[in-house]
């Protein structure tokens, strides 16, 4: 990170000595003061887009109807904005205009919250024009100016507002709070997709759980009804550790037990969350076993059970399921003594389908100690069993 504050300056200074106003701005100032650290550097400017690009040889104009390029220097990034006002939004997300202004108190005062709207100048000096500073040091989460005006410009900044409780432990102050209330339903036309990237955001954080109970409070979970049962229920039960997937399928079990189609999980995310779901309904009031275990691999046990345990302490299985799969003979066919191919090289066999059929038993007999991991004896077992099969085939003819 300190190599890039350090190009971070050098884009400012450039920016002051041809005239221009230029300051670090929002999460990364805030997260600074916190003496945290942040990826993205945000800068924001009084030169217009054409004016960036002419002091910069490597731009690309990333988004210059709301006056942003990207600035490249020194194998870094950084977003570059002109001091902006918004318009009216009728959709909840996005103003439906932008102007420009040379102004920076114009443009801290469009932004969210107050400990979002910070600025620092190359010399590390803080412009703080709205109490940020103090909200910060007191875990405050505040917006600027009216709340509820705030909230209709953009919709999303209702989540955002407990993705900043889960990652920092603020409290939502009053009004904000009130202001949350009063145009949740807003949040109806934010799409699934930036839904799913906040609620990553917030199961993944330390105070998560603190979230969970002010969203349950403000009433936004009856906006959000795949993970409304859910979070209300984490909210009563207090801190759980789960991730993401292990969330989804808690609230979509406690909910109609449907993954929400309009939610655009990737397929690997969808399809663990339907594991989880259908090993955790399974394990539900039965224990776990050797065959559990090793079918579904010790990440999806633990998963299910992590479910399973947040809905019911006493279901916790934990240490047997690790224990199941530290003492397993085998974690995988090809760990088998005896496989495929030499099924193949010691018997006149090619059906594909009855061959696959040994190797399931063969991994039964494994896994259920009947059999040891050894080539002879499954080699035996195997001949055994072809040997069977023919008794039984020559039987019916």
């Known amino acids: 990170m300190q190599d890039d504050l350090e190009t971070g300056k050098k884009v400012l200074r450039t920016l002051n000595e041809n005239g221009h106003q230029a300051y670090f701005v929002g999460g990364f100032v805030r997260d600074f003061l916190l003496g945290g650290r942040s990826s993205d550097i945000d800068i ?34 950084f977003e570059v904005t002109t001091f902006r006002t918004d318009g009216e939004s009728k ?40 109490g940020g500073r103090a909200d910060l040091e007191n875990k405050i989460l505040r917006a600027i100016g009216d709340p509820e005006r705030r ?32 145009h949740r339903d807003l949040l109806e036309g934010v799409s699934g997709e930036r839904v799913l990237t906040e609620l990553k955001y917030i199961v993944r954080s330390p105070y998560a759980a603190k979230a969970y109970a002010a969203m349950a409070a403000s009433g936004v979970l009856d906006y959000l009804s795949p993970i409304s049962a859910g979070v209300r229920f984490l909210a009563v039960r207090g801190p ?31 399809e663990a969350i339907r594991k989880i779901m259908d090993l955790a309904d399974v394990t539900e009031a039965d224990p776990f076993d050797v ?68 190797i399931d038993d063969l991994i039964y007999q494994v896994i259920t100690g009947r059999l040891q991991n050894e080539y002879t004896q499954l080699r035996e077992h195997t001949l055994s069993l072809i040997r069977r099969m023919g008794e039984r085939h020559d039987g019916r003819n």
């Open 44 to 77: 924001t400017t009084s030169a217009t887009p054409d004016e960036v690009t002419r002091l910069f040889p490597g731009t690309k104009a990333t988004g210059v109807k709301y006056g942003t390029v990207t600035v490249f220097l020194d194998q870094h990034s």
């Open 91 to 130: 959709d909840a997300r996005h103003p439906d205009e932008v102007g420009f202004t040379r102004s920076l108190e114009i443009d801290l005062e469009r932004r969210d919250f107050t400990v979002n709207a910070l600025a620092m100048d190359a010399d590390g000096t803080i412009r703080d024009l709205f």
């Open 151 to 182: 909230f209709r410009e953009d919709a999303l900044r209702i989540l955002r507002a407990f993705r900043f409780v889960a990652k920092l432990d603020f409290t939502i102050e009053p009004s904000t709070f009130a202001g949350i209330r009063a």
């Open 240 to 270: 759980f550790k789960l991730s993401f997937e292990e969330f989804a399928a808690l609230c979509f079990m406690l909910g109609d037990k449907k993954i929400p189609p309009h939610w655009r999980f990737s397929n690997r995310e969808r």
């Open 291 to 358: 065959l559990l275990v090793y079918v579904n691999g010790l990440d999806l046990c633990l998963a299910a059970n992590a479910v399973n345990r947040a809905i019911d302490p006493a279901r916790d299985q934990e240490d047997a399921i690790r224990a199941m799969h530290a003492a397993l003979p085998i974690h995988k066919t090809c760990e088998l003594a005896f496989k495929g191919d030499d099924i193949l090289a010691s018997t006149p066999l090619r059906d594909a389908r009855v061959i696959g059929g040994i």
